[in-house]
């Protein structure tokens, strides 16, 4: 074993995961060497890779490894064995024994004093301190806040110290239980923990040079810097500086200042309220409390209290499944100790700021209608009948009719294709840019008011959130975007993953675009412009915030199906959209709504702002292992594959060249690149198994390989593939489970193939080639037919009249798709009349009022999918009859003149757009 080579290291994805490698290889030696085995250099190497990982955490901690280490050096084998047994056990279940407290430094190591909470339950955690001290010091600052506690407190905690920033950073990164960070004036930068068996896991903190910042300033600095990449933690200042002298970023990023002389019973004091804080759950604790009252009621809901099922003689199964509990927190009521979620004053509007805390937005609304109505509220909030919205052809249905529901005119965007796996993948900046400029040449810019982009996709490819902003805000500086972030609601809680989120990067540029570095890197930018040369960095004079997000926290964090989050950071809600934006979650949201689906969001909030940077590295280990699992198995390598990051993204949008997570000659690749420098990246919690090589389409491995026979769901499905998610509910023996599922599949088309007669091996070799070769190429969006242009020959297109158009029977009729083909070849138009969304890929390939052409129809005859939405196989296409189009042309020409100004060259007049009466589906006047 060479444990501390430089590939052995590439070999662990992430620094939790080599700690678990190398007390897991500890435990073995140790064992070997208490039934008599020779003692090895092995056996110290590993302890002393443990001696460096441990000063990260608290437990079980330096201490205990250099215990550890005088038992092995003084022959003690069979209490060297017990101890590292009893420390693998208790980091596996994670029963880490936290109260721990140092006494004396001996062959012992730590002495022991658990304090258990009230309730019985030990809800631990780890303190940061940081800052130069020496051993007694050190031990003094632990029993002193040791002393300070109390059997009333509610939580427990270890302290750990560390001596530099550097150190605080990798300790902050490697460890999940720090929850609270105390940081001392005049904390040196430089550690050499960046170095060694942990160097390939701080290559980033390696890499930040601060050193020629003085001591004085590292303290503020460290704050500064926690805030980017574990902002749930909760920071605290300890200094001398007069309160005169210290700088407003100081005081903004530390929740509060101590000076050494005081009392530590303050801190610790301060320290418990911040957890308890954000352990704190408003609207589920309301709930509760209001489900043990006494109640009569005299109000809606038989079901209410659980009266109409546990006095039932036919319906006590449906009690004794779900439970009282349930019943009893059923209701109408909206007081009581409760709230209205369409008017929220108390315990639901603070469940809602803190919520607004975590995901670190200006405003978070939650939903019970799920992100297709979160969708619909902030597409009506924002734009009015006759905007422009630059908007994914491959977008979520909800978009598409947010737009029928608003008027609003679609400009679609084409994602690049993926034709050897029939996917797309996202919407290219440079496009987005060309669109702009388009639409800026003809006049139309001003009625430009969106950009709504999917991120992550449902394969996983992820935006530079920042980029695309920040260049499209160059061209439009009051840009709204919505970011449709309904599998992504997870990544506000990874270091890796968060400057790639919509509230991450709002609030970055906001603070950007307002420094003295700014504007001059701004006007020397406008200085190097060729003639005619569009900008790519906005105006920090004109520049307006203004994003949403919508979340499904239920996708991938702990909430009830349907429940659904809307963050806000727009500096003009208040001015602009506020009351607009209330009246379209009024218009959307159940004046009934769940409050057990309230509650769900509620308590998923807590979860991820006291262990979600755990469950998501998690996640992402777990996702990663699979990933090198089924590439590594000789068996299922042979069958199947991962999609890797260079088969999902082009070369041309991976700057950093990186082309995969995982390759079994270079180990782990350094992703933290890729996410800071390319244009696109691929979220590992979303892995793609290519299926090809099988001879079963992806639709048929899901539903009767995975979901029938051995009851495994999976995500999606292509026309080749199958797309696997963990989250942060997965388990690790879940991963094993469908490792040894795969392997069964596996063993069973060896033996399948291994019976094949010559004709049958000559149609599964013709089935292979269809699914790996002979693939249909995927249809880009055609236009929309002239008689639904918003203005002829510029982008965007009036689906609202084509889509209520299509209601009318007289002016439709329906084809078949070969019919099609042959009527297009004699130089036929035909136009939709209805959305067309086979599943998979689950978008619209067809929408009202666009062109359809060969492409189209040849996809769809290639598609071999039981599901198509819009389309009956017995009846054909929905398409528009000529003399509808005919009509139609008549009745736009008619509403245009009735557009505001910019819409039309003939336009000279503009009405208020909100007052302004939308155009008649056919083009019928008054």
Known sequence: MTASTDSTH????????????????????????????????????????LLAIEQYWAYPGRDSVAALQTLFNGGKFHALHQSVDRIVRDLATGSSRGDLVVHDEGAGGLAEEPLISPNGRQNHFELLVVGEMDREEELALKRSLHGARDRADGFTYDVLVVQTVQDALMALVFNPNIQSCVVRYGVPFASPGVRGILGPYAREFAQLDLRDQSKASMGPMLGSIMRSFRPEVDRYYVTDTPISELVDSTLHDFRRIFYSTEDLQELHLTVLRGIRERCDTPFFAALKEYSRKPMGVFHAMP?????????????????????????????????????????????????????????????????????????????????????????????????????????????????????????????????????ILTLTAAGRLDRVK?????????????????????????????????????????ASFSHLMRQRTAMHVAQKLHRKYRTPEYREAYRAHIADLAPGEPPRMPDPDKVRIRVYATQSTHKTLSSLRQGSMIHIWDEDFQRKSEAAFHEAYMTHTSTSPNYQ????????????????????????????????????????????????????????????????????????????????????????????????????????????YLMDKYAIQVNKTSRNSVLFMTNIGTTRGSLAYLTKVLLQIANELEQRNAGMEHAEKRLHVATIRS?????????????????????????????????????????????????????????????????????????????????????????????????????????????????????????????????????????????SPRLAAPALPQGDTA
């Open 597 to 704: 689906i309230l509650a769900s969001l509620d308590v998923g909030r807590r979860q991820v702002q006291l262990e979600g940077y755990e469950l998501v590295e998690k996640a992402i280990d777990l996702g990663m292992m699979l990933r090198r699992t089924v590439r590594e198995h000789p068996v299922l390598s042979k069958w199947f594959d991962i999609i890797t990051i260079s088969e999902l993204i082009p070369a041309r949008h991976r700057e950093s060249g990186i082309e995969g997570y995982y390759a079994r000659d270079k180990g782990w690749s350094e992703i933290g690149r890729a996410w800071a420098e390319d244009e696109f990246a691929l979220d590992p919690t979303k892995i793609n198994l290519f299926t090809g090589r099988t001879g079963i389409d992806g639709d048929t491995f899901k539903n009767r």
């Open 10 to 49: 590439r070999q662990h994805f992430s620094a939790a995961r080599l700690r678990s490698y190398q007390w897991s290889q500890l435990r073995w030696h140790v064992t070997a060497l208490d039934e008599g085995s020779a003692p090895t250099a092995e056996v110290a190497e590993l302890l002393e890779n």
């Open 450 to 490: 969106m950009v709504l982009l999917t991120n992550s996709t449902f394969d996983g490819v992820v935006y530079n959130v920042e980029r695309v902003m920040e260049q499209v805000l160059a061209l439009k500086p009051d840009m709204i975007f919505l970011w449709d972030e309904a599998w992504f609601a997870f």
């Open 303 to 435: 079901i209410s209290r659980g009266n109409s099922v546990f006095k039932s003689r036919w319906i006590q199964d449906f009690g004794e499944f779900y439970g009282r509990n349930l019943f009893l927190a059923e209701t109408s009521a909206t007081t009581g100790g409760l709230d209205s979620l369409l008017q929220p004053t108390g315990p639901l509007k603070r469940a809602q700021e803190l919520a607004s805390a975590a995901f670190g937005s200006k405003q978070t609304f939650f939903a019970t209608n799920g992100t297709s109505s979160s969708n619909k509220i902030v597409v009506q909030a924002l734009v009015e009948p006759g905007d422009l919205v630059l908007i994914d052809r491959d977008c979520h249905k909800s978009h598409h009719y947010g737009m029928v529901l608003t008027g609003a005119c679609p400009v679609y965007l084409h994602s690049y294709p993926l034709p050897k796996y029939s996917m797309y993948g996202a919407v290219p900046l440079e496009h987005i840019r060309e669109r």
């Open 771 to 911: 699914l790996t070769e002979q693939v249909p190429p995927l249809p880009d969006f055609s236009a929309f037919h002239s008689s639904f242009q918003a203005v002829p020959g510029v982008p965007g297109g009036n689906l609202r009249a084509a889509y209520f158009l299509g209601y009318d029977e007289s002016r439709c009729r329906n084809l078949m798709l070969e019919d099609c083909l042959t009527r297009m070849a004699g130089g036929e138009v035909l136009v939709s009349a209805s959305f067309v969304i086979p599943y998979p890929p689950g978008f619209p390939v067809l929408v009202p009022g666009q062109v359809i052409n060969h492409e189209i129809i040849d996809f769809l005859l290639a598609i071999d999918v039981k599901e198509i939405h819009g389309y009956r196989p017995e009846l054909g296409l929905r398409v528009f009859t000529d003399a509808a189009l005919g009509r139609q042309r008549t009745g736009t020409a008619m509403s245009a003149r009735r557009l505001p100004a910019g819409d039309t060259a003939a336009s000279t007049t503009a009405p």
